[in-house]
């Protein structure tokens, strides 16, 4: 089970009637109510997690900061084992291919900004936007890559001002070789709080601008590989 709450508990006894050893892989911050579905924001539901959490026989945290919002609900450590998340480097190396603007239909001769991830509000997707109405008019173009319940609104807000309009581009989903290509073409990645999104860039060598939140300070070295804000 990948979260602590109503999956968490369906997981739990499914691997006790099978004699299986259960392991709850913590991906997001679920003290955050926007990372929970409208069941897990029920009250109870806390109370869940630490029944799940207590009773697991791993505890899987993708990050530091995710393992010590366990800790956080009281949670033992002695059988709690971090286990980031991985890229092929070989595959993200920064390596620029050939045509890779012009199969995607991008301009030849204007700096990438790349912005990688799901289009959600828990990802503050619309700051990619007001980010883009702060460049000079041929600075650079903001690329977003991804799909998401906020898309068409996004898109549709773009199309109904002009200047976003010339300097945002939505390709949508796009495959990993594709990012790959296009994080060996871009002058900054921007990824405000994202999860292998970051990670492939910043693999890609791409210097990248995130918020400075919850997990992304293990990733992105200040000033170093990267900017942290707010």
Same mark, same amino acid.
């Given at each position: 089970?990948?979260?602590?709450?109503?999956?968490?508990?369906?997981?739990?006894?499914?691997?006790?009637?099978?004699?299986?050893?259960?392991?709850?892989?913590?991906?997001?911050?679920?003290?955050?109510?926007?990372?929970?579905?409208?069941?897990?924001? *029920?009250?109870?539901?806390?109370?869940?997690?630490?029944?799940?959490?207590?009773?697991?026989?791993?505890?899987?945290?993708?990050?530091?900061?995710?393992?010590?919002?366990?800790?956080?609900?009281?949670?033992?450590?002695?059988?709690?084992?971090?286990?980031?998340?991985?890229?092929?480097?070989?595959?993200?190396?920064?390596?620029?291919?050939?045509?890779?603007?012009?199969?995607?239909?991008?301009?030849?001769?204007?700096?990438?900004?790349?912005?990688?991830?799901?289009?959600?509000?828990?990802?503050?997707?619309?700051?990619?936007?007001?980010i883009a109405s702060l460049l000079e008019n041929d600075?650079?173009?903001?690329?977003?890559?991804?799909?998401?319940?906020?898309r068409k609104g996004m898109e549709t807000y773009v199309?109904?001002?002009?200047?976003?309009?010339?300097?945002? *581009?939505?390709?949508?989903?796009?495959?990993?070789?594709?990012?790959?290509?296009?994080?060996?073409?871009?002058?900054?990645?921007?990824?405000?709080?994202?999860?292998?999104?970051? *990670?492939?860039?910043?693999?890609?060598?791409?210097?990248?601008?995130?918020?400075?939140?919850?997990?992304?300070?293990? *990733?992105v070295a200040h000033e170093v590989t990267g900017l942290?804000?707010?």
């Amino acid at each position: 089970s990948t979260d602590p709450f109503v999956a968490g508990l369906v997981g739990f006894f499914a691997a006790r009637a099978a004699g299986a050893a259960y392991c709850v892989s913590v991906h997001a911050d679920y003290d955050r109510l926007e990372n929970r579905d409208m069941l897990a924001r *029920i009250p109870f539901v806390n109370f869940l997690a630490k029944y799940i959490f207590s009773r697991a026989d791993a505890v899987a945290p993708i990050s530091n900061y995710l393992a010590n919002q366990v800790k956080r609900n009281g949670i033992c450590s002695s059988y709690m084992h971090v286990i980031q998340h991985g890229v092929d480097t070989n595959f993200f190396n920064g390596v620029a291919k050939s045509r890779t603007r012009e199969h995607l239909g991008l301009p030849l001769d204007i700096p990438i900004v790349l912005y990688v991830n799901r289009l959600s509000n828990q990802k503050f997707c619309w700051d990619a936007l007001e980010i883009a109405s702060l460049l000079e008019n041929d600075d650079a173009i903001v690329v977003i890559c991804g799909d998401g319940p906020e898309r068409k609104g996004m898109e549709t807000y773009v199309m109904s001002d002009a200047r976003l309009a010339h300097r945002v *581009i939505f390709l949508g989903f796009q495959s990993q070789d594709n990012i790959a290509a296009l994080a060996a073409e871009s002058a900054v990645g921007l990824v405000l709080l994202a999860g292998f999104g970051l *990670i492939e860039l910043c693999a890609a060598g791409l210097p990248v601008v995130a918020y400075r939140m919850e997990w992304q300070g293990e *990733i992105v070295a200040h000033e170093v590989t990267g900017l942290l804000v707010l």
